[in-house]
């Protein structure tokens, strides 16, 4: 995450830098999130651009970095509203609470790639994070597709999956191996659920932490 605290005129450009798009000082509030960075070279000078995405994907561009200051913007609010479908999620888990913490972190996933989200759950979390349980929501190949063809609906699907993607954790976190849906009363739980207009749908993460002491 990156936010611009600049109140000049700085433009997210498209990708080969030949037209502008947006004007960050009008985004005070948003946070962007990096994709890629990108070496942009024009008369034997080059520059490293960052492709950035607004917190509700949809703005985007290309920016220099020198412009970003990295960090989730402390002028914007911290979503952690929720759809339907993660309601679902979150129903199969009885005596979690929903929190707004995890659930913010959980907010920001589609936009972080590989380690990328280990490193933002460590650093959003700090000593907490070694009590995080963390799994997909990503059922098999039948799975998938007999929810995205109509014949499961999502809630059995979720029963179906959450404890097969457990068991996909068993060679790293025995716990969740052995886990059941009431193995988690008390804890706190954020979920990420792919919209069923996407191409990941059926797909998702979980997050759950332990009470507050």
């Known amino acids: 995450p990156f936010y611009y605290a600049g109140k000049s005129s700085v433009y997210l450009w498209s990708k080969y830098h030949t037209t502008k798009l947006y004007n960050l000082k ?82 920001k996933i589609p936009y972080l790639v590989g380690d990328e989200q280990s490193d933002y759950y460590k650093e959003q979390l700090g000593t907490q994070y070694t009590n995080l349980k963390s799994f997909l929501l990503a059922g098999n190949t039948t799975m998938i597709n007999q929810l995205r063809n109509g014949n499961l609906a999502y809630k059995n699907y979720l029963k179906q999956s959450i404890p097969y993607s457990w068991q996909q954790r068993k060679p790293l976190d025995p716990f969740l ?37």
């Open 177 to 213: 191996s052995t886990a059941t849906f009431n193995s988690f009363n008390g804890w706190r739980i954020g979920v990420y659920a792919y919209p069923k207009s996407s191409n990941a749908y059926g797909n998702g993460v979980v997050l759950l932490l332990p009470a507050n002491n």
């Open 26 to 107: 009008n985004y005070p509030k948003t946070t962007w999130y990096l994709s890629k960075s990108v070496q942009m070279k024009h008369n034997g000078k080059s520059a490293i651009y960052y492709a950035v995405t607004s917190g509700n994907g949809k703005t985007k561009g290309y920016v220099w970095r020198g412009y970003l200051t990295k960090g989730i913007n402390p002028l914007g609010s911290q979503k952690s509203t929720t759809t339907s479908l993660e309601k679902q999620v979150i129903s199969l888990f009885p005596g979690a609470i929903q929190d707004s913490q995890l659930q913010s972190i959980a907010n």
